[in-house]
């Protein structure tokens, strides 16, 4: 059975680098087309994706956020990090992690609400 | 960058009656093999987003059979045969047909 969660800080200071994990378990990023994608959800707004990383290395990201993310994974821990720099207001959202294999995100995580504020 | 427009906004539905709900693409996402990049999701009151269609016209595993997909190239549909109490929340299509990867607006669907 898949299942994913997401970890990290609920408040963050605009300015600050936001840091959240994706720990999963159920299948393996070292399983050919399996991906770890990332989407945000400001609250009572649309879903934005932000970032995919493939378990061949393959990372894409959300060109207008490019600049500011980071993907990375923990293949011992089965974990995906994902790194957002220069957190303002407008980041504040929901962040979901989930798994993606062929076309669809088929298995999500709960999400975590992250709140931008001083 | 592909814009994804979705219609309508919002859509107030009798149990037992259909509904539709349309997805747009500014470029086809019809892949040369064959498929259409195009996922429908349903995100009920206070959870995650749940895949319902996936490459245009699948039907992800558990989802009912009064959910159906159709359309090619740009103009997507999303179908419920019947509407049940259970199928309110809000609707997106996705396009993964290249990146970025695009959600549409959101449709709201509840009962009347």
């Known amino acids: 059975q898949i299942t994913l969660k997401e970890s990290g800080p609920t408040l963050v200071k605009p300015t600050q680098t936001l840091t959240l994990t994706c720990t999963f378990s159920g299948f393996s990023l070292t399983t050919e087309r399996a991906g770890v994608g990332w989407i945000r959800q400001p609250p009572g707004k649309a879903l934005e994706w932000l970032a995919l990383f493939y378990g061949d290395d393959d990372k894409i990201y959300s060109p207008s956020l490019r600049s500011r993310l980071t993907i990375t994974k923990d293949t011992s821990n089965n974990q995906v990090v994902l790194k957002l720099t220069n957190m303002a207001p407008v980041d504040t959202g929901t962040y979901y992690c989930?798994?993606?294999?062929?076309?669809?995100?088929?298995?999500w995580g709960p999400g975590t609400l992250v709140t931008v504020s001083s | 960058e592909i814009v994804m427009t979705q219609s309508p906004m919002s859509l107030a539905v009798t149990p037992g009656e259909p509904a539709s709900i349309s997805c747009r693409s500014s470029?086809?996402?019809?892949?040369?093999?064959?498929?259409?990049?195009l996922d429908w999701y349903l995100q009920k009151p206070g959870q995650s987003p749940q895949l319902l269609i996936y490459?245009?016209?699948n039907r992800a595993s558990g989802v009912p059979d009064r959910f159906s997909g159709s359309g090619s190239g740009t103009d997507f549909t999303l179908k419920i045969r019947r509407v049940e109490a259970e199928d309110v929340g809000v609707y997106f299509c996705l396009q993964t047909r290249q990146p970025p990867l695009i959600f549409g607006g959101g449709t709201r669907v509840e009962i009347k």
């Open positions: 470029q086809s996402l019809l892949h040369s093999n064959g498929f259409n990049y």
């Open positions: 989930a798994h993606k294999i062929n076309s669809g995100f088929d298995y």
């Open positions: 490459l245009g016209s």
